[in-house]
């Protein structure tokens, strides 16, 4: 990055850091989630800004940290429609196929398919798992991976099938 858009980068966040901040809280109602969020906008207007020129730095920030933080709502959504749907309501027993969740057996079975599941992660290669991380963890789309990892989109899709492939077979038993 040369200097002029270093200083600009500085100079935005000395200016307006934590006013972003104030203003991503305001939308996730957490302080930590939101420092977060700033975080990864400046990191976008950096790649952003390395590539173009930009005609309103402070608005593109603002709208870069505004996108990130309604995905991660929606994401919070999702995740909590996901969990209401797997717990039962209040009085209601638990489903069988869910009864015996903490046997012994079970919590064994799921400890050796973490650990398949981790052996398998460390046997790929890098880029594999970088893509693969960077969708499962970080919930970022093919074509963010692509932009952070400066690859293709379709490179991006064979790494993470790849990836898929791999800990499939390492759990599923032959």
Same mark, same amino acid.
């Given at each position: #990055?040369?200097?002029?858009?270093? %200083?600009?980068? !500085?100079? &935005?966040? /000395? ?35 390395? !590539?173009?020129? &930009? ?5 593109? &920030? ?17 995740? #909590? ?5 797997? %717990?039962?309501? !209040? ?27 981790? !052996?398998? #992660? ?8 970088? /893509?693969?991380? &960077?969708?499962?963890? +970080? ?6 991976? /692509?932009?952070?990892?400066? %690859? ?10 790849? /990836?898929?492939? %791999?800990? +499939? ?6």
């Amino acid at each position: #990055m040369n200097k002029g858009r270093k %200083t600009l980068l !500085e100079k &935005l966040f /000395a200016e307006h850091g934590q006013a972003l901040v104030r203003f991503v809280t305001r939308i996730v109602r957490n302080t930590e989630d939101a420092e977060d969020i700033a975080q990864h906008a400046y990191l976008r207007l950096q790649k952003l800004s390395d !590539e173009k020129e &930009l005609d309103n730095p402070r608005a593109y &920030l603002y709208q870069i940290a505004n996108n990130l933080a309604v995905d991660q709502l929606r994401r919070g959504r999702l995740h #909590m429609d996901y969990v209401s749907q797997q %717990t039962p309501a !209040e009085g209601e027993p638990p489903a069988d196929d869910h009864a015996d969740h903490q046997s012994p057996e079970r919590v064994l079975a799921a400890r050796q398919q973490l650990q398949s599941i981790y !052996e398998a #992660m460390d046997s790929l290669p890098l880029k594999c798992r970088q /893509a693969f991380l &960077l969708h499962r963890t +970080r919930g970022l789309s093919y074509n963010e991976i /692509a932009r952070e990892m400066n %690859t293709s989109v379709s490179s991006v899709e064979k790494y993470i099938l790849q /990836a898929l492939k %791999t800990c +499939r077979q390492r759990v599923t038993p032959p």
